[in-house]
T-cell receptor, first 116, second 113 residues
């Protein structure tokens, strides 16, 4: 019930294309859904996050779509660039106040490669 | 520049030895976390601390220990009881307030042979 399942494991996209990564969860107590971007040899960095009271959040070329009834959320990267090539992780945390938002359950990660 | 410093970047140890990974932050964050990352897997929570002198076990705490004597520092000790210690270890911090994001360090890659 604590799992977050992420797909696909790897994704190859041409420059200018749309990258789509999907995640599904079971735990209805999850209340916060961030996406992290990780480059090789570095720590993950927050890309964008959403709360379940909205169905979509957009920041620049990055959009999270959230479907509460289906317990699914996805990341869309528009106009994908070679510099977007990285590993992307979805995550979720429960609504238990303060520090609990750092107790993230992560998906398995998606390696995105954007060809020039 | 504010951030999280993990040292060393690479660490090699022989099986049966304890090893301590350093994590220091100058973000004035109250909460600190340790995650483990294995190839092809997501990150898994080892320990976390909300305030100085207080810490709680995460999902995979067995074989690990931590201390939080200063707000800025949250070292992780990988003991000989940890069965598969070779991994990439990531330290993170947050303000500890609702919906506050995690800020990660650049990790320590530990190899035990």
């Amino acid at each position: 019930q604590q799992q977050v399942k992420q797909s696909p494991q790897s994704l190859i996209v041409q420059k200018g294309g749309i990258s789509i990564i999907n995640c599904a969860y079971e735990n209805t107590a999850f209340d916060y859904f961030p996406w992290y971007q990780q480059f090789p040899g570095k720590g993950p960095a927050l890309l964008i996050a959403i709360r379940p009271d909205v169905s979509e959040k957009k920041e620049g070329r990055f959009t999270i779509s959230f479907n509460k009834s289906a317990k699914q959320f996805s990341l869309h990267i528009m106009d994908s660039q070679p510099g977007d090539s990285a590993t992307y992780f979805c995550a979720a945390s429960p609504n238990a106040g303060g520090t609990s938002y750092g107790k993230l359950t992560f998906g398995q990660g998606t390696i995105l490669t954007v060809h020039p | 520049d504010g951030g999280i410093t993990q040292s060393p970047k690479y660490l090699f140890r022989k099986e049966g030895q304890n090893v301590t990974l350093s994590c220091e932050q100058n973000l004035n964050h109250d909460a600190m976390y340790w995650y483990r990352q294995d190839p092809g897997q997501g990150l898994r929570l080892i320990y976390y601390s909300q305030i100085v002198n207080d810490f709680q076990k995460g999902d995979i705490a067995e074989g690990y220990s931590v201390s939080r004597e200063k707000k800025e520092s949250f070292p992780l000790t990988v003991t000989s009881a940890q069965k598969n210690p070779t991994a990439f270890y990531l330290c993170a911090s947050s303000t500890g307030r609702d919906y506050s994001p995690l800020h990660f360090g650049n990790g320590t890659r530990l190899t035990v042979t």
